[in-house]
């Protein structure tokens, strides 16, 4: 038996069937105003009725209903589970989108911090080597006889000493206490100076 042809079954199952009287049939004597009026038999079964409708298929049928339905309202959580996480997700997303944006920005910075650094070191050791070459143009004058009085001369000048000093000490550049390649320059300049004023005093004792 078809589905249809069950359920049309099953809504004939809750019809009563009723005869209805011929148009052309003559209405029942009536005994009078207090007796009873005649009760009409049922109409026998036609062979023609629906067959009784099948209660096994019927509680199969409730039966899957209740699971899609169940099945329905699951479906929905998970959707609305999905939905929540993906807007955590987005969220989070748009966290680490803007951690990385300021980490690009800081990175900028410190690379144009170092290429500043490595110009000033440039500029630094540019004029050591020029004060190393003129210390040694000094040195070469002071050991030629000729040269003698013109070094003692120059080292003579008044402040000279201090002056250099002033420039070059490692104690006047703090900052870049921590920048090895800073500190050995300030440091080997010190030492150029004091060794030059040195020999001049000891020629001059």
């Known amino acids: 038996m078809s589905f249809w042809s069950a359920r049309r079954a099953a809504l004939a ?7 209805r009287p011929e148009p052309w049939a003559s209405p029942p ?3 009078g105003d207090d007796a009873p009026e ?11 009725a629906p067959p009784a409708p099948d209660q096994a298929l019927i509680t199969e049928l409730r039966a899957r209903i209740a699971e899609l339905e ?9 959707r609305e589970t999905d939905g929540q996480l993906i807007t ?5 997303v748009e966290q680490y989108a ?9 990175r900028g910075g410190l ?23 003129r210390v040694a143009e000094l040195e070469a004058a002071a050991d030629a006889p000729a040269g003698d009085e ?3 001369a120059v080292m003579r000048l008044p402040g000279l000493e201090r002056l250099l000093l002033d420039k070059y000490h490692p104690d006047k550049h703090p900052k870049d206490r921590d920048d090895d390649v800073k500190w050995r320059m300030w440091n080997e300049a010190t030492r150029t100076i004091n060794a030059a004023f040195e020999a001049l005093k000891r020629r001059a004792a």
């Open 13 to 19: 199952s809750y019809k009563l069937s009723e005869p």
């Open 29 to 31: 004597d009536q005994p």
């Open 38 to 48: 005649p009760v009409a038999a049922p109409a026998p079964p036609s062979a023609d």
């Open 70 to 78: 169940a099945e329905r309202r699951g479906l929905v959580n998970e």
């Open 88 to 92: 955590a997700l987005r969220a989070e």
């Open 98 to 106: 803007a951690r990385v944006a300021e980490l690009e920005a800081e």
């Open 111 to 133: 690379i144009e911090e170092r290429e500043t650094d490595g110009q000033l070191i440039a500029a630094l050791r540019a004029e050591v080597e020029q004060q190393a070459a």
């Open 150 to 152: 013109l070094f003692a």
